[in-house]
């Protein structure tokens, strides 16, 4: 016989410290399972054996009515002295794999916590079931975590692959909020993870069941995405992907652009450098946005659910703004809102790498900008370094192969800026040669590029209603066609304001950009625009 199969969505690890006051935990345990928990498992750290296996026996009665297998935590012969379906979890501290699997027998589920690449390569071949991989978020349920014991969700995704197709649960930190960037973000194109382990996200809840019912919601919404992003891969397979017609990808921008002038403005909120705040604001108005340059922490769930799309520029990043950003990228993603990531000099300092690392394992980024110093960072090449937060743009031996190698490891679209800009999914690379050079004389010019961006990306998002799976609502086209109108947006202007006659240098340019930006229309657009498929 082999083990029980086991559905890891929504893995519930029990506490009854954590279940609220006037709460029967028994009670609780059955509306968690009501509510879509798919696996239990019973952790009991500080009571004598003899009280962990009565609760034991009294909470595999009720796992046994919902037909939800359960398992004991690290305790094996509390394990050996239940019903022979009920498995074993257990820690890198405790028995070996290989020791447990031979005490328990082949029939009984057996997992293993694993924390690094080297552990998951052992729990492949050691005779696991599956490999619980965290912590992927700070936590309070476990003694004993430390910064520098949290992966990011980002590390996880190396592990899984590692774990070469061994079920992988996600633990740590994992709740309502942080549980469908995680998923997202721990996944990579050939592995992704089976589920998710919660505690104080249900135990803690008053509500169990809607509790359950959320999560189980988010993952399988994230699985339900995984499967189209399967069969998109075999149509692509078939020459029946995303489009690789450049002229119609600027026709949809162009069309794009005139719903935006048509409609209702779409609310933009803007984290970035103060001194290109005054800059941004205008460039967002100009195209037919709206601007709210709010970073704060408390007001971030309230504005999530109102604005169109996000930008994060860590320009003069501070712990405060850290926080918020944080935050209101987690929002955005709850909201399925776009999310641009400008990580302004990141190569410039440990704090600002911190930073942006923090950023990305807990939103899940729509469009990654910067120059070659800064996409070099993020992936970690030396080929280019960045001196500071204006550092120039400098040069790649291959352009093409980073945004591309990034926007697949990222999930992401990525843009190269520079005197010619380079922009992807990881499927296709356009190559934009619209812009001047007097874009790069005026302080916050870049920083504007990310909220013109944000822009078009809210105008894709917002008819796409129909993709109910993913964290944003657009289709892939529109996207990239929603980040493209803003970058041709913006270059195309810079050419235009530039070729005027009042215009004499940096200052004139100002503000004859922001006359061009306000004046741009589908055709002009389309009559300007210098891309090509590279």
């Not at 796409?464 to 289709?475: C, L, R």
């Not at 109108?485 to 200052?507: F, N, Q, Y």
Request: aromatic share 2%; with cysteine.
């Amino acid at each position: 016989m082999a083990p029980p199969r086991a559905d890891y969505s929504v893995y519930l690890v029990t506490a009854r410290s954590q279940v609220p006051a006037g709460v029967d935990y028994l009670d609780a345990l059955r509306a968690a399972l009501k509510g879509g928990v798919t696996l239990v498992q019973i952790r009991e750290k500080d009571v004598e054996t003899d009280e962990f296996l009565d609760i034991a026996r009294k909470s595999l009665e009720v796992c046994d009515e919902f037909k939800v297998p359960m398992l004991i935590n690290d305790n094996l012969s509390v394990a050996l002295a239940l019903a022979p379906h009920v498995g074993l979890h257990i820690g890198q501290s405790d028995l070996p794999v290989s020791q447990a699997r031979a005490l328990l027998g082949p029939d009984r589920l057996l997992g293993i916590s694993v924390h690094s690449v080297e552990q998951a390569r052992d729990a492949r071949t050691s005779g696991a079931d599956y490999a619980g991989v965290g912590p992927i978020y700070g936590t309070q349920s476990k003694a004993g975590i430390v910064d520098d014991d949290v992966l990011g969700a980002r590390q996880a995704a190396q592990i899984i692959e590692a774990l070469d197709g061994l079920p992988a649960v996600l633990i740590g930190g994992l709740n309502q909020q942080t549980a469908a960037r995680a998923l997202f973000g721990a996944s990579s194109p050939t592995a992704a993870p089976a589920g998710i382990a919660v505690i104080s996200a249900i135990m803690a809840r008053k509500d169990t069941e809607v509790a359950a019912s959320e999560l189980a919601e988010q993952v399988a919404a994230f699985k339900a995405s995984r499967a189209e992003q399967s069969a998109e891969q075999l149509r692509a397979a078939f020459g029946a992907g995303s489009s690789t017609d450049v002229k119609a990808l600027v026709e949809r921008s162009a069309l794009l652009l005139s719903s935006l002038r048509n409609g209702s403005p779409p609310l933009i909120q803007t984290l970035t450098s103060h001194v290109s705040s005054t800059l941004s604001a205008n460039v967002t108005l100009a195209l037919g946005g709206s601007p709210i340059m709010s970073a704060q922490e408390a007001e971030a769930d309230d504005l999530g659910k109102v604005t169109g799309a996000v930008v994060l520029n860590i320009g003069t990043i501070g712990a405060e703004s850290r926080r918020g950003m944080k935050a209101v990228g987690s929002a955005a993603n709850r909201g399925r809102k776009p999310v641009v990531l400008d990580p302004v000099g990141v190569g410039a300092s440990a704090f600002r790498k911190a930073a942006v690392n923090e950023i990305m394992d807990h939103t899940q980024i729509t469009l990654l900008k910067g120059n070659a110093a800064e996409l070099s960072a993020i992936a970690g090449l030396s080929e280019v370094t960045s001196r500071g937060v204006d550092s120039g743009a400098g040069s790649l031996s291959d352009p093409i192969g980073l945004v591309s190698s990034l926007a697949r490891r990222e999930r992401c679209l990525v843009l190269l800026s520079g005197k010619t800009d380079y922009l992807s999914d990881g499927a296709r690379t356009l190559a934009c040669e619209n812009g001047h050079a007097l874009l790069g004389a005026i302080t916050g010019s870049g920083c504007a590029l990310g909220v013109a961006i944000a822009t078009g990306l809210a105008a894709a998002n917002s008819a796409g209603e129909a993709q109910k799976s993913t964290m944003v609502k657009a289709q892939p086209d529109d996207l990239i066609a929603g980040a493209l109108m803003g970058l041709l947006c913006m270059t195309i202007a810079s050419e235009l304001a530039a070729a005027r006659p009042e215009v004499r240098g940096p200052g004139t340019f100002i503000a004859a950009l922001l006359d061009a930006l306000a004046a741009m229309d589908a055709e002009t657009l389309v009559q300007h625009a210098k891309v090509r498929l590279v």
